[in-house]
């Protein structure tokens, strides 16, 4: 019996090539890049099309928002750099072509936290509860 697929789904190659790009350019980064403009860079996460021909690497970069930009600036100019590494160390027949792009994740759960702690905290001004 044939088993249908959600286009959506990730087959395990599609995982399998993900996880190790992101070793990869995280091993790259690590040792250093050459472009002084890349500052505290960690990859989240990547993302590939089904063809394995295309990655989106998804980027935090800790900073102000003028370093966060330079290092943005500096990982795309280097992109060439790092897809060079990449198709040397990949195990797979073709080199995906590679983009980075910023992840809000993380900023994004932050300000929510804050959001939830400042409820938090009016809640308590306006309803103190009785202490025994």
Same mark, same amino acid.
């Given at each position: %019996? ?7 789904e /990730?087959?395990?190659?599609?995982? /399998? +090539? ?5 070793r990869?350019?995280g091993?790259i980064?690590? +040792?250093? +890049?050459?472009d002084?403009?890349i500052?505290?860079v960690s990859?989240?996460?990547?993302? %590939? ?8 690497? =998804?980027?935090?970069i %800790?900073?102000?928002d003028?370093?966060?930009q ?6 795309r100019s280097?992109r *060439?750099?790092?897809?060079r590494e990449?198709g040397?160390? %990949?195990?797979?027949? =073709? ?5 980075f792009?910023m992840d809000? *994740?993380i900023? =994004?759960s +932050?300000?929510?936290?804050r ?7 009016e809640?308590?001004v306006?309803d ?5």
């Amino acid at each position: %019996m044939h088993r249908s697929r959600d286009k959506h789904e /990730k087959n395990r190659r599609q995982c /399998k +090539a993900e996880e190790q790009v992101k070793r990869i350019l995280g091993d790259i980064l690590q +040792a250093g +890049a050459n472009d002084p403009r890349i500052g505290f860079v960690s990859i989240v996460r990547v993302e %590939m099309t089904g063809d394995l021909k295309s990655a989106r690497v =998804y980027v935090t970069i %800790m900073g102000e928002d003028e370093e966060i930009q330079k290092s943005l600036e500096g990982l795309r100019s280097a992109r *060439s750099y790092f897809q060079r590494e990449l198709g040397h160390r %990949m195990s797979s027949r =073709y080199t995906p072509v590679i983009s980075f792009v910023m992840d809000d *994740s993380i900023e =994004y759960s +932050a300000r929510i936290d804050r959001i939830l702690s400042e409820i938090k905290r009016e809640d308590d001004v306006e309803d103190p509860s009785p202490s025994d």
